[in-house]
């Protein structure tokens, strides 16, 4: 069966309190599916008469941490999606504030590329 690239799309997210690269890896992946829209997977009825599937790659600090289950739910369907999560993405000093639980002043900030691969009826 052979798959398409049907669109790449980025995004960035911050831990800004609360020192999670899981959460930043979440905020990542929703900035980048909260800016695209492709009618022709629903409208087009593609999602019912091929396959999709995903390919979630994400950069943060700390990515030895990142709770993968956790950032799956941040995907809008539950479809296929293979997640990769790597060391990269920034870590800057930003305020501790004890009152939102920070175990420091670190900000952690995570990039994200979804890609969203497509076969239809070839086998």
């Known amino acids: 069966m052979a798959w398409h690239k049907l669109l790449i799309e980025m995004g960035m997210g911050v831990d800004q309190h ?3 690269p899981t959460r930043a890896c979440q905020k990542a992946i929703l900035d980048a599916v909260h ?3 492709i009618p022709i997977v ?3 009825g593609l999602l019912s008469s091929c396959k999709v599937k995903l390919t979630v790659d994400v950069a943060v600090p700390g990515a030895g941490t990142v709770d993968i289950s956790k950032v799956r739910e941040a995907l809008p369907l539950s479809m296929d999606a293979d997640i990769i ?3 990269g993405g920034l870590k800057v000093q930003g305020v501790a504030m004890e009152e939102l ?3 420091s002043d670190d900000m952690f900030i995570a990039v994200a590329a979804i890609t969203v691969w497509i076969s239809c009826g070839e086998e």
Do not use: F, I, L, N
Request: with cysteine.
């Open 42 to 44: 629903v409208e087009g």
């Open 35 to 37: 800016r695209v829209c």
């Open 101 to 103: 639980q920070d175990k």
């Open 85 to 87: 999560v790597q060391e």
């Open 18 to 20: 609360g020192q999670s």
